[in-house]
């Protein structure tokens, strides 16, 4: 069975900084490309950042281009978001998910966790 672990969400100040980290389980993690994904209060659900199998190439949304980094340790079956520069149009719920191949491929998306809160605000 697929099971994600979702971590590192809270709330943060304009301008700050969360790492957040994925475990993955029951799954051959090294051999799919792993994404974060967000849904914001009243909104759909949005890809943030993609990260092949390999972890030699990833993509971002515009908005976050610059200030997000995605990475992933197949050692450890964990996959992480460092958000820099946050801003209040971040707040939202964060999701990992896995995609169905390893390839990047932005209309993949598999299956995801439970999610965790990040809440940008003064």
């Known amino acids: 069975e697929v099971h994600f672990v979702e971590s590192g969400g809270g709330s943060v100040q304009p301008g700050g900084s969360l790492r957040l980290s994925c475990a993955a389980s029951g799954f051959p993690f090294d051999a799919y490309a792993m994404r974060w994904v967000r849904q914001a209060p009243g909104k759909g659900l949005e890809w943030v950042a993609i990260?092949?199998?390999?972890?030699?190439?990833?993509i971002y949304r515009e908005d976050v281009k610059g200030r997000f980094t995605i990475s992933r340790d197949n050692a450890k079956n964990t996959v992480y978001l460092q958000m820099n520069s946050l801003k209040s149009g971040d707040t939202a719920h964060y999701f990992c998910?896995?995609?169905?191949?390893?390839?990047?491929?932005?209309?993949?998306?598999?299956?995801w966790g439970k999610g965790t809160l990040v809440t940008v605000s003064t």
């Open positions: 998910a896995k995609d169905y191949n390893g390839d990047i491929n932005t209309n993949a998306m598999d299956v």
């Open positions: 990260i092949n199998a390999h972890g030699d190439r990833s």
